[in-house]
Antibody
């Protein structure tokens, strides 16, 4: 069974940084691309970033709203993916979900999400 | 970006009745090299993450009840719940993965 557990969320001031983690189990992590999707309070889903599988780990893509501020990476030994978020803005406030799948596939398997609140 | 527009924003259906949700993309999501529509449907219940229901526009994910079905091609797609059950109360999203992913705004399904 696919299991994804996000961590690292919290309250942070505008302009500061935060690093989210997503630890995977129940599947061969290296074989799959991974994605972050966020959901602002009471709003819909917004794709944030995707990273290729182990073979394509250098391949990352970002939504225009976060490009240049967020950076996605993965660690095959830890079976984890990370989202480094710099220069946070109030509009980045959301629950951040990680999901198995890439930017060119459906997302099969989601974590429970971690809440990021950007506020002074 | 491909814009995904769902209709209606919400609907109330009696138990056992049919629920139909529409999704329109601003450009075709039909991938001609394999003739597949790169469109998925997700269900999100309150306080839970989304759950994949349908991929390639019409293929039901393993374990999803057969009362859920997807149809359409090109730019116009439909998710149908043939006989609404109480546990189907949720928000439903379409998503295209033809280019950088985008989601529809969501359709809230309630019991009438």
């Amino acid at each position: 069974e696919v299991q994804l557990v996000e961590s690292g969320g919290g309250l942070v001031q505008p302009g500061r940084s935060l690093r989210l983690s997503c630890t995977a189990s129940g599947f061969t992590f290296g074989d799959y691309p991974m994605t972050w999707v966020r959901q602002a309070p009471g709003k819909g889903l917004e794709w944030v970033s995707s990273i290729g599988s182990k073979s394509y780990a250098g391949t990352t893509e970002y939504a225009a709203s976060v490009k240049g501020r967020f950076s996605m990476s993965r660690d095959e030994f830890k079976s984890a993916t990370f989202l480094q978020m710099n220069g946070l803005k109030t509009e980045d406030t959301a629950v951040y979900f990680c999901a198995r799948g890439g930017s060119n596939s459906s997302l099969r398997g989601w974590g429970q999400g971690t809440l990021v609140t950007v506020s002074s | 970006d491909i814009v995904m527009t769902q209709s209606p924003d919400s609907l109330a259906v009696s138990l056992g009745e049919r629920a139909t949700i529409n999704c329109k993309s601003s450009q075709s999501v039909l991938y001609k090299s394999n003739n597949k529509n790169l469109l998925a449907w997700y269900q999100q219940k309150p306080g839970q993450p989304p759950k994949l229901l349908i991929y390639w526009a019409s293929i039901r994910e393993s374990g999803v009840p057969d009362r859920f079905s997807g149809s359409g091609s090109g730019t116009d797609f439909t998710l149908t719940i043939s006989s609404l059950q109480a546990e189907d109360v949720a928000v439903y999203y379409c998503q295209q993965y033809y280019s950088l992913p985008t989601f529809g705004q969501g359709t809230k399904v309630e019991i009438k």
